[in-house]
DNA sequence: TGCCAGGCCGGGT
DNA sequence: ACCCGGCATGGC
């Protein structure tokens, strides 16, 4: 089934309107929070985040300079604590040590460069680097996620097959160059999965695409 | 109540 | 190269 993703675009902002994602956020927080969101609802980050905030820890040496099982207890309420403490730790160590904990730095470096360097941070895989980089940066990188996948390929328009490379590759070849549309797309994308496009509703009943549901072939209620 | 969330890593085949 | 379990809290 041929689709234009542009017009899915259109489709999905007419109905849910701008998500307005990360607005008025310091870089900081907007990768801080992209650590801590993985696998998680966005509501129990924003409580661990309230917590770093409260501490006067959303800097990067600051934050980087917290003990270990201290850092673990204010991040807590995101799940997977022990984990995330970790990765966090990681990436500051990253931070600070290759770009003196300055994000203007890191973001002036070239950017599949600066992809790369995120990929090779332990815990930072390729979802939450491009978030950082679309999010915090303000870099042109289509983020994809599981919804992404899921949607698009329930629909027919990529397969259950395709990694998340190859997803990437489908977005950002058939869209323009646009930090603003990247950033609106995949926020919808997530709206529109959250309400409509769950693991458990496969039948996407009243979803603003089910007319562009394939006929007959089932959807595979487990992906 | 059980299922799920804006992933990623590491170990086993 | 895949496949799969582990990680954990809070909302619906």
Same mark, same amino acid.
């Given at each position: @089934?041929?689709?234009? *993703? %542009?017009?899915?675009? &259109? %489709? ?17 927080? *907007? ?12 509501? +129990? ?32 309420? /995101? ?22 904990? #300055?994000?203007? %730095? @890191? ?5 599949? $460069? ?5 990929? &090779? ?7 939450? /680097? ?28 990529? #397969? ?13 070849? +058939? ?7 990247? +950033?609106?797309?995949? $926020?919808?994308?997530? %709206? ?7 693991? #458990? +509703? ?22």
């Amino acid at each position: @089934m041929t689709v234009n *993703v %542009r017009e899915i675009y &259109s %489709r999905l902002f007419e109905t849910f309107g701008p998500q307005h994602w990360w607005p008025g956020k310091t870089p900081f927080e *907007v990768l801080v929070g992209a650590v801590l969101v993985q696998n998680t609802n966005w509501q +129990n980050v924003e409580r661990a985040i309230a917590n770093l905030r409260e501490a006067d820890l959303l800097e990067p040496h600051a934050l980087g300079e917290v003990p270990p099982e201290e850092l673990e207890e204010l991040i807590r309420p /995101a799940g997977y604590f022990r984990v995330k403490a970790r990765r966090l730790r990681s990436l500051l160590e990253f931070l600070v040590e290759r770009y003196d904990g #300055s994000l203007e %730095r @890191m973001f002036g470096t070239e950017l599949s $460069a600066l992809r790369e360097e995120l990929l &090779s941070v332990h815990g930072v895989g390729p979802e939450t /680097a491009d978030s950082i980089l679309l999010y915090a940066g303000e870099l042109p990188v289509f983020v994809v996620d599981a919804y992404t996948h899921r949607i698009f390929a329930r629909h027919g328009w990529i #397969s259950f097959e395709d990694d998340y490379h190859a997803i990437q590759e489908y977005f950002q070849s +058939n869209l323009p160059d646009d930090v603003q549309l990247y +950033n609106e797309y995949h $926020a919808l994308i997530v %709206r529109l999965g959250k309400h409509f496009c769950r693991k #458990s +509703n496969p039948k996407c009943a009243k979803c603003p695409l089910h007319d562009y549901l394939p006929d007959g072939e089932p959807l595979e209620p487990e992906f």
